[in-house]
């Protein structure tokens, strides 16, 4: 089965989408974090500068135009910003998410015409930390390019994202169990959404 699905559902407000862009250009991107990705994988990437975060106002927002369509979770917001400073185009290298599962992303900037989503051969418990891999670790089992619109990720597989050539930025509703305590649900994959929303699904 596929570890990506697009899936119906409303587009991000204008005000939520505006407060999501001042957010992001009010942001300082930490150039150790691409260093480390690029001396992780032994120089042979041009990783992205990159930042992810869930602050609390975009919680709240994202749950007054949301939580509705969510009976069984609550919900949190989250920010993802990658950004290629070249040359050529640029990598987030083979990946397991820290905090989530099941990504929920809407794409305000897709960071180039064929960016590209790797899933590989490789799937791992969601622990509270980044899990990384080389290329040679692993291998190519499937992958996509998205466009406009909201799409579940399995990302407790391994993936990276590929050919970016400029800004990616998304906003992600995390979805969280109501009998998980806490912010976080590391065990709610893409599997149980399919049961949970099958109207949603694409």
């Known amino acids: 089965m596929s570890n990506i699905m697009q899936v119906n559902l409303p587009p991000p407000s204008e005000f939520l989408i505006q407060a999501v862009r ?6 300082e991107l930490d150039p150790d974090k691409k260093r480390w990705l690029d001396e992780f994988n032994n120089g042979k990437t041009n990783s992205v500068l990159h930042h992810f975060d869930s ?6 927002l994202v749950r007054r135009e949301y939580q509705h369509l969510f009976p069984f979770h609550r919900l949190g917001g989250m920010i993802g910003v990658m950004k290629n400073t070249g040359p050529g185009v ?3 290298p083979p990946h397991i998410d ?6 929920v992303n809407y794409f305000l ?5 064929q960016v590209r989503t790797v899933f590989y051969d ?3 418990p969601i ?14 089992v499937e992958e996509h390019v998205s466009v406009n619109g909201w799409y579940c990720y399995n990302v407790k597989r391994c993936h990276s994202v590929e050919d970016i050539e400029t800004t990616r930025i998304f906003v992600a509703i995390r979805l969280v169990r109501d009998s998980v305590a806490g912010d ?3 065990e709610y994959s893409i599997d149980h959404f399919r049961k949970d929303y099958p109207d949603m699904v694409a």
């Open 184 to 186: 976080k649900d590391f």
């Open 109 to 113: 900037e897709l960071g180039g015409a």
């Open 122 to 124: 490789r799937e791992e």
């Open 98 to 103: 820290r905090s989530r599962a099941l990504g």
């Open 55 to 60: 602050p609390d106002w975009l919680t709240d």
């Open 127 to 140: 622990i509270g930390q980044s899990y990384n891999l080389t290329y040679d670790e692993v291998t190519p």
């Open 22 to 27: 001042r957010f992001v250009n009010s942001l």
């Open 90 to 92: 640029g990598c987030l």
